[in-house]
């Protein structure tokens, strides 16, 4: 079985969806010629030609209102935004009329779009190239946001985003796009949406992540197990719709309960997870759930930036505090 990374896993997965339904279209800034800033694109407009993948100028609102309209006539398009922080442009498009095409309708129409964005940041990028929205698109009802941490379920996450009938936004952690490599089956499969992972069992604590954060977790877990505490790790995968019930069946068994995420924690999704918790698994508690997160200010430039990115190191520091509370 080939080994691949997450760049590759996500090509291979558009791939295969575009040659299993011609339907599937890729359009944005440069995902054509060039294969996308990060060439996660990279040689499917030389195979599929350039009526399915499809060069766009530089206009966010344009692609994705574009899109919708692709998506209601019959198509499945899949579009990229060149990063995360470049979406508030199409934040109408998305928010007022790709969620509420349903609604709207009564059914009548769907939206079945992918909206591909690099997420997060790690990578020493300039302003508006490093942000964590996935809170802002979770908080509006009728879009799904996808968020992987591995090669594996990159690909069966972003063929699942391509055959749901609704809008979906997948969020590619660019700090881990060439970082992880892990055998990948070269035939299609799929990973469900809305569906969280245990990646590691333990009895003691419940720590909660997704996306690049997974890694450093993991990371930090081990740190905890050389002092004799055993955590286990759930990737959520899923910010909406949210898989609770892993997140809360763990927290039962260890008691204990921590939640790392890189965005803000003001209305994060980390606050969401212990409002969960402490809504419907208080008693289960042998201490207040925590968060490591990023800060309420804007992401620094890479003097800092490692500063603020939660690290296995902050995270430890979490663990303790919740043990010994």
């Known amino acids: 079985m080939p080994k691949r990374n997450l760049v590759e896993a996500i090509n291979h997965g558009l791939m295969l969806e575009m040659e299993r339904d011609p339907s599937v279209v890729l359009l944005g800034e440069d995902v054509g010629k060039e294969g996308g800033v990060f060439r996660v694109t990279d040689g499917l407009q030389a195979k599929f030609g350039s009526e399915r993948v499809i060069d766009t ?57 992918v ?66 490599k892990e055998e990948v089956p070269d035939e299609s499969y799929t990973v469900p949406i809305g569906e969280a992972k245990v990646v590691r069992e333990g009895k003691d604590i419940t720590l909660i992540t997704w996306g690049s954060m997974v890694r450093e977790v993991l990371r930090a877990a081990e740190m905890a197990e050389e002092e004799g505490f055993q955590a286990e790790v759930i990737d959520l995968r899923t910010i909406s719709p949210m898989d609770e019930n892993a997140f809360l069946e763990s927290v039962r068994k260890t008691g204990r309960a921590l939640v790392v995420h890189e965005a803000p924690p003001t209305c994060g999704v980390g606050a969401e997870i212990i409002a969960r918790i402490n809504e419907k698994a208080l008693l289960s508690l042998q201490a207040p759930v925590c968060r490591v997160t990023g800060f309420d200010v804007v992401v620094p430039l890479m003097k800092l930036e490692n500063h603020y990115l939660p690290n296995p190191e902050r995270i430890l520091a979490g663990i303790r505090k919740v043990r010994k509370f």
């Open 57 to 113: 100028p530089l206009a966010e609102s344009a692609i994705v209102g574009v899109a919708i309209g692709m998506a209601a006539k019959g198509l499945r398009p899949v579009a990229e935004i060149q990063f995360e922080g470049f979406l508030p442009p199409a934040m109408d498009q998305i928010m007022n009329h790709a969620s509420r095409v349903r609604n709207r309708s009564r059914g009548r129409f769907t939206c079945p779009l």
């Open 115 to 180: 909206i591909r964005s690099p997420w997060g940041g790690g990578i020493h990028a300039p302003e508006h190239h490093s942000d964590s929205p996935e809170a802002i698109f979770a908080h509006t009802p009728g879009i799904k946001v996808v968020i992987p941490s591995s090669p594996y379920d990159a690909k069966g996450l972003i063929i699942s985003a391509i055959r749901d009938p609704d809008p979906v936004l997948f969020f590619e952690p660019k700090r881990i796009y060439r970082a992880i």
